[in-house]
């Protein structure tokens, strides 16, 4: 492997991470601080990234297809937690068996609406072409893109979760739901509003994965699982872990397919089990 390989390689790795951690900082909001099982997830992706593309497809405006699959993931994952996960709060088995179900449906409906090709977002030409990198010449600008925006989520989430009330009321009803709805606050509210900021992240996700990759059904599996490794591994309710976590699977990922492509699908579920086996709660979780 030349050196210019070797930099190719984790640069690919990085960029993978940060798709991931947009799409999983969504699912560490709803899974990891509200402790709702939302196996829909990858569901709310492929909305956001069905709804998008056909706003693309309406005005060839790629901002405007990000605005519309972030908006449509975030109002059906409000409808989710109003109307079906909200009274099952603490039911988890319950939780993924409802989600599961939905998503099937979901899937079913998208399949006859937009048929089974593989379909794909055009970023506009700021972002598209190659830009000037050291070592290896040029580097695909969109996927540097992917990690400024990865970026600017993680800065985002952290503000919201450390420097405002929403933010305070999150981590409060995370260790103690019954006292904080004791002192007025409308846990069932702030509830709705992670969820759905959660399931806006999944459709943003949607949107630059759809820009970077086609997709098709059966994208929202992969995420999906992807979404549940990174969260394992970084540690349930930690942005930073997830961070972590994704950029882990990212580079475990394209290493895979790097050195032994036959057997890289399964690297990732190798790191899981050696990080559960290690620690239980993850690299940056808090312990039980």
Do not use: C
Request: proline share 3%; aromatic share 10%.
């Amino acid at each position: 492997m030349t050196f210019e390989m070797f930099v190719t390689v984790m640069m690919n790795g990085l960029t993978l991470g940060a798709l991931y951690f947009i799409v999983a900082s969504g699912f560490s909001l709803i899974f990891g601080l509200m402790r709702t099982v939302n196996m829909a997830h990858g569901t709310l992706y492929l909305i956001g990234a069905y709804l998008g593309y056909s706003v693309y497809d309406l005005t060839e405006n790629w901002y405007y297809a990000i605005a519309a699959g972030m908006t449509a993931a975030a109002v059906f994952g409000a409808i989710m937690q109003v109307t079906l996960l909200g009274w099952m709060q603490g039911q988890e088995l319950r939780q993924a068996l409802v989600t599961i179900g939905l998503s099937i449906i979901v899937a079913d409906q998208l399949l006859a609406h937009y048929g089974g090709l593989s379909l794909q977002f055009f970023p506009p030409d700021a972002l598209f072409g190659a830009t000037a990198f050291p070592i290896i010449e040029r580097y695909p600008t969109f996927r540097l893109f992917q990690i400024g925006a990865a970026v600017a989520v993680g800065v985002a989430l952290w503000l919201i979760l450390n420097r405002t009330k929403l933010g305070l009321m999150i981590r409060a009803g995370v260790d103690d739901r019954e006292m904080l709805a004791a002192m007025g606050v409308r846990v069932s509210l702030v509830a709705v509003v992670v969820f759905a900021l959660g399931a806006a992240l999944a459709g943003l996700g949607g949107v630059i994965g759809g820009s970077a990759q086609p997709f098709s059904q059966g994208t929202d599996v992969r995420f999906l699982l992807t979404s549940l490794v990174v969260v394992i591994v970084g540690g349930m309710g930690s942005i930073g872990g997830t961070a972590i976590g994704a950029i882990i699977v990212g580079m475990a990922e394209q290493w895979g397919q790097a050195l032994f492509p036959t057997y890289s699908v399964i690297v990732t579920f190798v790191i899981m089990a050696a990080v559960l086996a290690v620690r239980p709660q993850g690299i940056m979780g808090r312990p039980s």
